[in-house]
């Protein structure tokens, strides 16, 4: 007889730990090959889990296990006034059993936290079709570009950045935003990241970038940034684009949750487009290990996927959110 459950992980379980963990490379390994880490440890990963749910009211773990074998994660967060749920499974496709279970256990935690509803992205298709098997409506529409370093046409990059003009501005380079900039950068970002927020036609909320919050991404995930600037004045950020790499993967190089963005009175001058050919010469001129570098701009922010587009990159996998109501849950479940 089919054996079917779900545990919650607490911070002293050990073994649950451990069983989360080979799950979840697994699934790395299998379905996102890209972005698999080897090199990653169980006390790395539960470090990152936790320290990324320090400052949340609401984050839960839990491991669905099938005939006693870990099959699938499922997590929990509440990130400002929304629930956000994620989950995986080791499998092709998503079995009707494990995605009742999971829904069922969804459903139990919007009624005990008090939330109406929680919002799932992901690119894998499977999933995909698993929501849309329960009846659920897409939310949001999404799309990952990539741009192969093989394919890097630097001959194209350096004539962009013989720009006469341009090359008379300040530009500088940081694998680390010194304390003397991080406040300008923060609140540079957070106002350019307001505005792609009003272009977005599905008006999702947007994130609050924070430099507390700054830099306890960069400690939780080891993560590693490639950041240029470039400045009107001393004082004036003119335009800014930056790239984050993962030292435990090596092959890929993320603009996605990064950000290139050019002050309202400086556009039309060329400079998003100079900063990023910039910052994939740099890369290419210190041997930066690599394969890719991939983007999640979406095509309604039409001036910045049509730069993407000139650069070279191409449509690599495209995803969806769902925002699963209470009432829909019940109604799916029949409770």
């Known amino acids: 007889m089919e054996n079917i459950r779900c545990e919650m992980l607490t911070d002293s379980d050990s073994e649950l730990w451990n069983k989360y963990f080979g799950l979840s490379q697994e699934i790395s390994r299998k379905y996102y090959n890209s972005g698999y880490m080897p090199g990653k440890t169980v006390q790395k990963f539960k470090e990152q889990i936790i320290g990324n749910s320090e400052n949340l009211s609401l984050h839960r773990d839990f491991v669905v296990f099938e005939n006693d074998k870990p099959a699938a994660w499922f997590d929990l967060s509440n990130v400002e006034s929304e629930l956000y749920f994620g989950f995986d499974v080791l499998y092709d496709d998503v079995p009707e059993n494990i995605m009742r279970i999971l829904l069922t256990r969804l459903y139990t935690e919007l009624k005990e936290s008090g939330f109406n509803y929680a919002v799932n992205y992901t690119f894998r298709e499977p999933m995909i079709n698993a929501f849309k098997r329960t009846g659920a409506e897409i939310n949001e529409e999404m799309q990952i570009s990539r741009l192969e370093k093989k394919d890097m046409d630097v001959s194209y990059f350096k004539k962009i950045t013989d720009n006469a003009e341009l090359n008379k501005w300040k530009l500088e380079f940081y694998e680390e935003i010194p304390d003397r900039l991080l ?19 599905y008006e999702p909320k947007m994130y609050q970038l924070t430099a507390e919050s700054w830099k306890k991404n960069l400690k939780n995930f080891g993560n590693k940034v490639i950041a240029v600037f470039l400045f009107g004045d001393e004082k004036e950020i003119a335009g800014l684009s930056w790239v984050i790499s993962y030292p435990d993967s090596l092959s890929t190089v993320q603009h996605n949750g990064g950000l290139t963005a050019v002050a309202p009175k400086h556009r039309g001058k060329g400079i998003a487009k100079y900063l990023k050919a910039k910052t994939y010469l740099k890369m290419l001129e210190e041997n930066k290990e690599f394969k890719y570098i991939t983007t999640d701009t979406m095509p309604w922010n039409k001036y910045m996927y049509r730069i993407n587009e000139d650069l070279g990159f191409k449509s690599y996998r495209k995803g969806c959110s769902f925002k699963l109501t209470a009432d829909f849950l019940k109604n799916y479940l029949l409770i």
Do not use: C, D, T, V
Request: charged share 15%; net charge negative.
């Open 183 to 201: 406040n300008r950068f923060i609140e540079f970002s957070q106002s350019m990241i307001s505005e792609i927020g009003i272009l977005n036609p």
